[in-house]
Every structure is written in structure tokens, then in C-alpha cells.
């Protein structure tokens, strides 16, 4: 049915047709056989869309599945595999017996600490994240840059900025120093944290530049600006960042904040998926370099607010099943099978 081909071969079967269908098949014939020299090609969908893998190779800060750049560099690190090596050395060895640098729970006590995946630690967070620009700074693979992030052309303060400014690797305290300042000062939360390096891995993959001594400053201001204001409900507005950073004009932050969009393609979505894994990963990176989150013991109080937040989470989700059933069940009639009682006689 519809096709030219498949039609009635008794030519009493069927009314007469205006063309015979010998013609019919050659028209079918020279519609499909349309070449690109002939005529326009339509490109199948399946062709015009990048491959899953690659995209999750080229855009980590996209897809949960990647694996996030920060990760990768810091395990190419040489130190960084010399301190793994002592860390396995350090607890697996038993000829000097000596206090633990790492608390572990027992029958008696528990130790957890006070970061989740919706509610981070904001100090060890922040840094975790300086950790990871200082790993993409180090093992970055070359010095591709654009002006509007040069620190050269555009710099934060009033003081001269050095010749050999483009040499000198920042260390990990300075960029701690300064993003816990920014974060202090505009009372920024740490989940705001996770999504600048979100947005700080999103850039350096869409704009294929790198991270250095000459630009991390103004890319790092550049993703705390937009991660505030996207993630936040009151955000901090450009001119609040030039009250902290006294040398910087508002005309400087806005054009720095235009070029930032422009060059995230206005993507500024970030996944619970994206957010998750990021998270996970700095959690790892914090265990590789020794920086360990807090722990406490669980007392009384703590247990008992874990076991309210339990239920407050088991509650909300029986909510939002029942929600859904009621949604599923919308034709009664059809859906449900409604069994009555039998009438004996």
C-alpha cells in the first residue's frame, strides 16, 4: 500500500491507472538514484550528527561519561605518582609503627565528614579546584591564548606586571589565595566553585586555548562571574567584583564577560550528571594529593539529623511516585483492572 511498484498484476483487479506502471518504476527508479552531481543530496541525520564517542572525547564539561581534563593531567603527573607510591608505602608498611594521617571507622566509632555531592565542604572544595588549575596550568600542552584573558593587555591592578610573567608557573597556594578570595569576599558558595571549573574546562575546549601563567587569572575571574550569576540565586553583580579587585573597571568585566559567552557558544548548562561526576573526581584528586575532607565522629546529634534528612528524602520520593502513578493511571477505565465482588445465587 503507497508503494508504485506493488500493484495489482490483473489488470482487472484494479481500475486503469493514467500512467502504466512500467513508468511509475522508472520514475521511482531515477527519484532514488539522485547522485550529487545530478542534483541537491539531503544528508541523513545519522551523518550530520557527531558520533557519541567522539563528542565525549572533545566536550567532557558536556557529558557525564568523559572523563574530566583536570583528572587526566594530574595523573600524568611524575610527583603526583611518587606521592602515591610513599602514600601505599606509608600504610602498608609495618616496620615503623606510628600514628595514621587517615581516620577509619571502627565497630565503636564512625567517621564521616560533612561534604555530599548538594552540599560540598566550601574550603576543601575551593581547594580541590585550585588544585585542578594548577595541574591544567603545569602540564598544559602549549601557550595558545586570546588577548581578552592576557593579564599583559588587560591587568587586574596597578602593579607592573613582570617580563618573565609568562614563564613563572603559578604554585597551587597563590591560586588558592586568590580564588578563596573572591569566594570569601562575595560570599559565593562552594557548589559555585564546582561549576567554574565546569565552565573553565567548557572554555578551554570550545576556544582551543590553554591555561597559563599569563591568562589564569582573568579566565578564573571569568568563570567565578558566570557560574555566580547562573548558579546563584542573588547574583554578584560586575560591579561588586570591581569593589574586591579595586583596579579593574566595569567596562573591563562586561566585555570579558561577553567574550566568555561568546565563546561558550551561550552553553551554559550544566547536567546534574556533569555536576556529579566533577564533584566525584575532585574528590579523588583530593585523596591522590593528601588533601583529605574533615572528619568527624558521628555523635547523637549528627546521626539524628541524617536520620531526619533520610526521611525527608524517603518521603519526598514516595510523593513523586504516587505523583507519577496517578499520571500513568489517567484512563482508569482502560489501564486498571478493577475486579468486583463475585454474587453468588
Same mark, same amino acid.
Given at each position: 500500500m503507497?508503494?508504485t ?7 482487472e483487479g ?5 500512467? #502504466?506502471?512500467?513508468?511509475r518504476?522508472?520514475d ?14 539531503? #544528508?541523513h541525520?545519522s551523518?550530520r ?22 583528572l ?15 602514600n ?8 615503623s ?6 581516620k577509619?571507622?571502627?565497630c ?24 585542578a ?13 586570546l ?38 569576599a ?20 570550545y ?7 599569563c ?6 575571574l ?27 573597571t566595569?567596562?573591563d568585566?562586561n ?6 559567552l ?8 550544566v ?35 541524617l536520620?531526619?534528612i ?5 518521603d ?12 500513568s ?17
Open positions: 503507497g508503494n511498484v506493488s500493484c495489482c498484476v490483473s489488470p484494479s481500475p486503469k491507472l493514467p500512467r #502504466q506502471p512500467a513508468d518504476h522508472e521511482y527508479q531515477i527519484i532514488t538514484d539522485v547522485s550529487d552531481d545530478t542534483g541537491p543530496y539531503l #544528508q541525520i551523518d550528527e557527531v558520533p557519541d564517542e567522539l563528542a565525549q572525547e572533545s566536550n567532557p564539561s558536556d557529558h557525564a561519561r568523559a572523563s574530566t581534563i583536570f587526566s593531567k594530574s595523573q600524568t603527573d611524575s610527583e603526583l605518582r611518587d606521592k602515591r607510591k610513599s601505599h608505602i606509608n600504610h602498608v608498611s609495618h616496620t609503627p606510628g600514628p595514621l594521617s587517615k577509619y571507622s571502627s565503636s566509632t564512625i567517621f564521616i565528614d560533612d561534604s555530599t555531592v548538594s552540599q560540598p565542604n566550601l574550603k576543601s572544595t575551593i581547594k580541590c579546584v585550585t588544585l588549575i594548577y595541574y591544567h596550568i603545569k602540564n598544559r600542552d602549549s601557550d595558545r591564548s588577548d581578552i584573558f592576557d593579564e599583559k593587555m588587560h591587568p587586574l591592578s596597578r602593579e607592573q606586571v613582570p617580563d618573565d610573567y609568562s614563564r613563572t608557573d603559578p604554585e597551587h597556594k597563590l591560586i588558592y589565595r586568590f580564588v578563596r578570595t573572591l569566594f570569601s562575595a560570599q559565593l558558595t562552594a557548589e559555585c566553585a564546582i561549576v567554574t571549573l565546569v565552565y573553565l574546562e567548557r572554555l578551554l575546549t576556544a582551543e586555548i590553554d591555561i597559563g601563567p591568562n589564569w587569572k582573568r579566565i578564573v571569568g568563570a567565578i562571574l558566570l557560574a555566580s550569576k547562573v548558579w546563584d540565586d542573588q547574583a554578584v553583580w560586575n560591579v561588586d567584583y570591581c569593589q574586591i579587585l579595586k583596579d579593574i566595569v567596562e568585566m566585555e570579558m564577560e561577553r567574550h566568555f561568546e565563546l561558550l557558544q551561550f552553553n551554559i548548562n547536567p546534574a550528571s556533569v555536576y556529579a561526576k566533577y564533584y566525584f573526581d575532585l574528590r579523588s584528586l583530593a585523596e591522590d594529593n593528601n588533601l583529605c575532607f574533615p572528619l568527624e565522629p558521628l555523635g547523637n546529634e549528627r546521626a539524628q539529623k536520620e531526619a533520610s526521611r525527608l528524602c524517603e519526598k520520593y514516595k510523593d513523586l511516585s504516587r505523583a507519577a502513578m496517578r499520571r493511571f489517567s484512563a482508569d477505565n482502560l489501564v486498571g483492572i478493577r475486579r468486583s465482588n463475585a454474587v453468588l445465587s
